[in-house]
């Protein structure tokens, strides 16, 4: 009965893995420790509110730019810090 003796090292990989993979989560995740917002914290909705206003429209690629951008200006839109010369 020498064949039996080694079968419990066989098990020994598949139980060492679930026990990783049960610590790592157990450390990542923290469920015991984390904060269950869902039902811890009360959130009161209130109405929306505001306008919306339409302004303009662009139907289709007519326009393939912004108008007003700066994109090609760009020490337009790029400032220097301005810092002490010592």
Do not use: C
Not at 35 to 41: I, L, M
Request: aromatic fraction near 10%.
């Amino acid at each position: 009965m020498s064949d039996d003796s080694g079968l419990w090292l066989l098990t020994l990989g598949p139980a060492g893995a679930v026990g990783l993979y049960w610590a790592l989560y157990r450390y990542y995740r923290n469920t015991d420790k984390s904060h269950a917002f869902e039902h811890e914290t009360a959130v009161e909705a209130k109405p929306v509110t505001g306008t919306d206003t339409k302004i303009n429209e662009v139907k289709g690629t007519q326009r393939t730019r912004i108008t007003g951008d700066n994109v090609r200006q760009y020490r337009n839109r790029v400032q220097r810090i301005q810092g002490d010369a010592d």
